[in-house]
């Protein structure tokens, strides 16, 4: 679809000649699981009626990252929607170096514990031996619930959104800002590989990454019946 269109956000955004999906970079990781070629998957429903996918514990779905994304990401922002089936957490997806050593990149949730759990983005250069947590925001837990979460990463801060609303913003230090992937490094989809595992359980309908940080102010549309769940502190649990 091509449009002229101006969205009176939090900043100024404005589509000029373009497709939204090309305005806002969108890259739907989803679209991996669409020639239905992965053992461990079934399909069903979200709440809102549109299809998810049920990850059980044998799934291994991954493809080399230049399928999906970008080389590299700047300023960039994520959204997920997803209802777990175990307590356990696990990543919802990671790019991970050749070695399947190290997450460059990666949406990771801790164990629920007291009825709460961290969601966590790992970020690590191509460089680096060990996967790094650049911020963590805890969550509560609640049983059977879709959940949809947003990760807006800027230069120098990252804001988590729960259900699309705001809930918390952490400084963080990027360095370097701009994150480049190693050419053979692998996207996985529900884990982040044999070595590091982090096996999620559960139903996933959407991960999509954003080019455009600000593509959740356009994006991200609120559950129409929401459950709440507040944010909790986060604390350092983190596999």
């Known amino acids: 679809m091509i449009c002229t269109l101006l969205v009176p956000v939090l900043g100024s955004f404005e589509l000029v000649g373009q497709s939204i999906k090309d305005a806002l970079a969108e890259y739907t990781l989803t679209d991996i699981m669409n020639n239905n070629q992965f053992a461990g998957i079934e399909f069903g429903e979200a709440e809102d009626g549109f299809p998810a996918f049920r990850f059980l514990q044998t799934a291994d779905v991954k493809s080399p990252y230049r399928m999906l994304l970008p080389e590299k990401l700047y300023e960039f922002a994520i959204l997920i929607t997803f209802r777990q089936s175990s307590l356990k957490g696990g990543y919802l997806f990671s790019v991970v170096n050749p070695l399947d050593t190290v997450v460059q990149l990666g949406v ?3 164990p629920v514990v007291k009825n709460s759990y ?25 049983p059977d619930k879709w959940n949809s979460i947003a990760l807006q990463v ?5 804001s988590f959104y729960y259900d699309c609303e705001l809930r918390n913003t952490t400084l963080v230090t990027r360095e370097p800002i701009e994150l480049v992937f190693d050419s053979a490094s692998t996207l996985y989809i529900g884990q982040a590989g044999s070595i590091i595992g982090g096996k999620f359980e559960g139903y996933l309908e959407k991960i999509n990454v954003y080019g455009n940080p600000d593509a959740i102010n356009v994006t991200c549309m609120p559950p129409l019946k929401a459950t709440i769940a507040p944010t909790t502190a986060a604390t350092d649990i983190f596999d």
Not at 154 to 158: A, F, H
């Open 118 to 142: 961290n969601v966590s983005l790992v970020y690590t250069q191509a460089d680096q031996n060990i996967g790094r947590k650049l911020a963590s925001f805890g969550v509560a837990h609640v």
């Open 108 to 110: 990771h949730l801790s």
């Open 154 to 158: 800027l230069s120098d801060k990252v």
